[in-house]
């Protein structure tokens, strides 16, 4: 089993949708949960960070931790067509200066 | 702010020759960098960390007399493609650790190797 587990999709949706991505892992040291957006041939940039378990919004943007069930998701409303990127959970023990493990990330298209 | 660089962003050299890949932190000082491959649809895989002044640890498999990584600066830190093949063709991606904000790792745009 894989530490981080992440269907790649491809997922489609219409513009203003709402899109739910999500990983799961086995590791139970993770305590950071990050969620970064790629852009095609960028370099990755961080959409969202939760530390431990609970959930934390930030505009159309909401990240979901369940520890108990080693399951992070994020959620995107009103999805734009700006928001078609790649998106990949990430997360490590001890933060930042720790490594990062990345799921494979999911292809997101969202279609105007 | 929080800004990382990488130079070259495209490189394409012949077989058997050594490329060097630059990673910066313009406007913060980073302890620790990190250096991803990343393959055409694939997750990144981190192929060493690098602390400054002193050697860098590589992941499982991948090798260190190939890939060479210098964190000569709190800013300043370089891998080397030696005798480079086709099959390193890849896109490399460095990050940075923040020193303040400590969850935080932050990206290069990354560098497309293409080994012709």
């Known amino acids: 089993q894989k530490e981080v587990e992440q269907d790649p999709g491809p997922l489609s949706v219409p513009e203003g949708a709402i899109v739910s991505l999500n990983c799961t892992y086995s590791?139970?040291?993770?305590?950071?949960f990050m969620w970064y957006r790629q852009y095609s041939r960028k370099g990755p940039e961080l959409l969202m960070y939760?530390?431990?378990?609970g959930n934390k919004e930030d505009g159309r943007f909401t990240a979901q931790v369940d520890k108990s069930s080693k399951y992070i998701s994020l959620f995107i409303r009103d999805s734009q067509p700006s928001d078609s990127a790649t998106y990949l959970c990430?997360?490590?023990?001890?933060?930042?200066?720790?490594?990062?493990?990345f799921g494979k990330g999911t292809k997101l298209t969202v279609n105007p | 702010g929080a800004v990382v660089s990488q130079h070259p962003s495209r490189v394409i050299c012949k077989s058997g020759t050594s490329v060097k890949i630059e990673c910066r932190s313009l406007?913060?000082?980073?302890?620790?960098m990190f250096w991803y491959r990343q393959f055409p649809k694939k997750s990144l895989m981190l192929m060493a960390t690098?602390?400054?002044?002193?050697?860098?640890?590589?992941e499982q498999g991948v090798e260190k007399d190939k890939f060479l990584i210098n964190h000569a600066s709190l800013t300043l830190s370089t891998l080397t493609v030696t005798s480079a093949h086709p099959e390193d063709s890849s896109f490399y991606i460095c990050?940075?650790?923040?020193?303040?904000?400590?969850?935080?790792?932050?990206f290069g745009p990354g560098t497309r190797l293409t080994v012709t």
């Open positions: 406007d913060f000082q980073a302890t620790t």
């Open positions: 990050s940075a650790s923040h020193p303040t904000n400590s969850y935080e790792q932050y």
């Open positions: 990430a997360m490590s023990g001890q933060g930042g200066s720790e490594k990062l493990v």
């Open positions: 690098s602390n400054e002044g002193s050697k860098a640890t590589y």
């Open positions: 590791n139970s040291a993770f305590q950071y």
């Open positions: 939760t530390y431990s378990s």
